[in-house]
C-alpha cells in the first residue's frame, strides 16, 4: 500500500492513523506520542486538515475523518488530475497539422531529398524504426542473405507482432540459406502464424525493405550493409523497386511448401495456379495479364514456362492437362 500516489506522505500517515487509533484527543498530544518536531506535527496536521482527513473544528479533541470516505475523496481528486494531464497530453496532436504545412512549406522549398544517405547504423535502425511505425499498410522485404542470428530475432519478432496487430500486412523473401538455422525456420513459421506472409526463391536479389510503396530502404553498398542505407522516396525509382519485388515474390515458393513440399502435386505458386485458371477462361493476353494485375510480358512468359512443364503445344491443351493432373 503507497498513498503517496494520493499525496500522502509517511508523516501525514503517521498522524492520520494516530488520530484513527486515538479519536478525540487533542494536538497538542502529538510531539510526545509520536517523537516529532512540533512545527513537524503543527504543519501535518494542518495539511490533513486542508485535505478533510482531519476535524479540526475543536484542537483539543481532533477526529479523523473515515478512511473510506478520506481515501476515496483523495484517489477521485488525483484520478481528476491525471485525466486532466492525459488531455493536455493528446492535445498536443493538435500541433500537427500546423507542423505539417511546416513540412509541406519546407518540401516546396526544395529542402526535402527524395534520396537520404544514412550512414550511422544505430540511426538507419531508428529510422527504420520510425517507417515501421507509421507505415499504415505494408511492409515488404528481400532478404538475400543467410539466418538472422539469435539476438536479431528476438528484436525482430516483437515488432512484427506489433505490425501484423496494427493491421500491416508483412511480405518477406528469403534465400534458402536463411532456413540452416532451426530457430530462424521457428521464427518465420511463428511470423506466418500471426498472419505474415514468407517466401523463399533461390534468385539472386539485393537487400531490400520497402515500406507502404512510397518509401524504399536498400544499402549504400550491396555487399556491405555496415556503410549504411539510401531511403528513397523518388515515385519513379519506387515504382520500379516494386516490380523488382513483385516479379521475385510471383516466382518465389510458401515457405511451407518449400519446406514440407506436397507429395502428390506439383510445386505451383499462387500466381502459377491463378494463371492456369485464367489460362482457361481469357480470350486474349491483354485481358488475363489485367486480371492477374502484372504485365502482358509477364503473363506470357508463365503461359510458356508452364506449357513446357505440362507437355502442353497449345493453351487449350494445357489447361485441360492440367485440370487432369488436379494443378487447378
Not at 104 to 124: H, N, P, T
Request: contains cysteine; hydrophobic residues 40%; charged residues 30%.
Amino acid at each position: 500500500m503507497d498513498l503517496t500516489v494520493i499525496g500522502i506522505t509517511p508523516e501525514l500517515e503517521e498522524i492520520y492513523r494516530y488520530f484513527l487509533r486515538h479519536p478525540g484527543e487533542g494536538v497538542g498530544s502529538l510531539p510526545e506520542s509520536l517523537s516529532m518536531d512540533p512545527d513537524t506535527v503543527e504543519a501535518a496536521v494542518e495539511t490533513l486538515g486542508k485535505l478533510s482527513m482531519l476535524d479540526l473544528t475543536d484542537r483539543h479533541r481532533v477526529l479523523a475523518t473515515e478512511p473510506r470516505v478520506a481515501v476515496e475523496r483523495l484517489v477521485e481528486k488525483r484520478l481528476d488530475e491525471l485525466n486532466a494531464e492525459i488531455r493536455r497530453v493528446f492535445g498536443a496532436r493538435d500541433a500537427i497539422a500546423g507542423l505539417l504545412e511546416d513540412l509541406q512549406e519546407g518540401e516546396r522549398a526544395g529542402a526535402a531529398l527524395d534520396i537520404e544517405r544514412v550512414e550511422s547504423g544505430a540511426r538507419v535502425r531508428q529510422r527504420l524504426d520510425d517507417l515501421a511505425f507509421f507505415s499504415y499498410k505494408e511492409t515488404l522485404c528481400l532478404h538475400p542473405g543467410g539466418p538472422f542470428n539469435k539476438v536479431m530475432i528476438e528484436s525482430a519478432l516483437p515488432l512484427d507482432t506489433r505490425s501484423l496487430r496494427r493491421g500491416l500486412s508483412i511480405k518477406e523473401i528469403f534465400h534458402p540459406s536463411a532456413l540452416e538455422d532451426p530457430h530462424m525456420v521457428s521464427y518465420l513459421r511463428e511470423l506466418m502464424s500471426l498472419g505474415g506472409e514468407v517466401r523463399v526463391t533461390e534468385q539472386p536479389m539485393d537487400r531490400m525493405l520497402m515500406y507502404d510503396r512510397s518509401v524504399a530502404v536498400v544499402p549504400i553498398d550491396p555487399k556491405q550493409n555496415s556503410k549504411g542505407a539510401l531511403l528513397v522516396r523518388e515515385p519513379g525509382l519506387v515504382s520500379q523497386l516494386f516490380i523488382y519485388f513483385e516479379g521475385l515474390w510471383n516466382s518465389a515458393v510458401d515457405l511451407r511448401t518449400y519446406i514440407d513440399p506436397p507429395e502428390d502435386a506439383p510445386a505451383l505458386t499462387d500466381m502459377e495456379r491463378r494463371v492456369l485458371e485464367v489460362m482457361a477462361t481469357a480470350d486474349k493476353d491483354e485481358i488475363a495479364a489485367r486480371e492477374l494485375d502484372v504485365s502482358v510480358r509477364t503473363y506470357r512468359r508463365y503461359v510458356a514456362d508452364l506449357m513446357a512443364r505440362l507437355g502442353a503445344v497449345n493453351r487449350f491443351q494445357a489447361a485441360l492437362r492440367a485440370k487432369e493432373e488436379n494443378w487447378i
